[in-house]
């Protein structure tokens, strides 16, 4: 490998901290002496972590990005002259294809299954769905299949997504990334449970509020919500509903303060409903969850139970069902020793099996194969 070859990440979709991109990818990236730049929305260009941020304009929505955004990221990619190009949204398929067309060495990041996307997209009339996850899939392949390497995310993709070129990255933390020094036993914590992430009614939401109407009063139980709401005017619905008067809703948090959070929690949370997409997709703060000792409450979905049940740290419930979700809560806040042996057997699962050690690995040899030109 030659020295400190440089590397351009790109989104125009996503934030410049996003955790796959920036705190996954392009830190591994330079903690191995690569020349990381990320071209990503950002008010100003400021170097963190070894990895330099170079802004795009901001946008509002998906045509304020097609006409401000889309149309600056080719020159800026090519100024940057970069021995590689990883690009993540599949907004910028077409970019990728002119940048391999013009010589570029490319990868592409697959984050999520984009046919099952398409099936449950609410803009997409229900007739139109099969058709638009057709198209969706026929176009990341068509735009894919000369390009020099894909990464995804999940293992759906990796085998649909010309899986001879096709690398599994999962969304595993680092080991330690987010646990305190001298973290608190669950006993002594107070008696509240986590979800952090995006806030929406697909993501269960709804649900999880509903649950904390029908916990005992003698619980004094606390459900901490940490994320943007999307749209967010669902805040709004969600205030009406009875259970917010046990909500405490934090918005956005940075990752240390997200570190806090956790290590005032009693369990983590993943209720995800059962959509087409979620049918195939690993949510990172399963793992994030189970890194610093929480045991984890989430979706009784198929993939999700054959990967997890054996390591005897997850509550499945039925995230259609607050009562569900609700038994699951009390359990884990009435039985604080079970629950911290459920979280013992989580941390060491990471530390044997769901880490971004590993995964950085394969990571770092996409690279050495795309810069030998193999």
């Given amino acids: 490998m030659a020295d400190h070859p440089r590397v351009l990440h790109i989104s125009s979709v996503h934030t410049p901290f996003d955790t796959r991109i920036f705190e996954r990818e392009c830190r591994a990236l330079a903690t191995a002496g690569y020349d990381v730049a990320y071209l990503v929305q950002h008010d100003r260009e400021e170097v963190r972590n070894g990895v330099r941020i170079v802004p795009l304009p901001r946008a509002s929505g998906r045509r304020q990005r097609r006409r401000l955004v889309l149309p600056q990221v080719l020159p800026m990619a090519l100024e940057h002259n970069a021995a590689v190009y990883h690009l993540h949204d599949p907004e910028l398929l077409p970019t990728a294809a002119k940048l391999k067309r013009l010589g570029r060495r490319v990868i592409y990041d697959a984050h999520e299954d984009l046919g099952r996307q ?23 392949k068509h735009y894919t299949k000369p390009l020099d390497a894909l990464v995804a995310a ?6 649909r997504l010309w899986p001879e070129k096709c690398t599994l990255l999962m969304n595993y933390p680092y080991t330690n990334e987010l646990t305190l020094a001298d973290p608190t036993p669950l006993a002594d914590r107070p008696c509240c449970v986590v979800y952090a992430g995006g806030i929406s009614a697909l993501r269960g939401i709804t649900e999880m509020v509903d649950a904390m109407a029908l916990l005992p009063a003698d619980l004094a139980a606390r459900l901490v919500l940490a994320g943007p709401a999307m749209p967010e005017s669902y805040l709004e619905e969600l205030k009406a509903r009875p259970g917010w008067s046990r909500v405490d809703y934090l918005g956005n948090v940075e990752r240390q303060r997200l570190r806090e959070v956790y290590g005032s929690a009693r369990a983590g949370l993943v209720c995800f409903l059962p959509t087409a997409h979620h049918m195939t997709s690993f949510p990172n703060k399963i793992f994030e969850y189970l890194s610093v000792g929480l045991p984890v409450i989430a979706s009784d979905l198929p993939h999700w139970r054959a990967l997890l049940e054996g390591a005897r740290c997850v509550l499945f419930v039925d995230p259609r069902d607050p009562r569900s979700v609700a038994k699951a809560v009390a359990r884990v806040l009435r039985e604080p020793s079970e629950a911290e042996e459920m979280g013992a057997r989580g941390v060491a699962a990471v530390k044997e099996r769901f880490n971004w050690e590993a995964e950085s690995r394969k990571l770092l040899a996409v690279y050495e194969r795309v810069l030998g030109g193999q």
């Fill in 118 to 140: 398409m099936l449950g997209r609410a803009t997409i009339p229900v007739p139109a769905r099969p058709l638009a996850a057709w198209g969706a899939g026929w176009m990341e």
């Fill in 154 to 159: 999940h293992p759906v993709v990796a085998e």
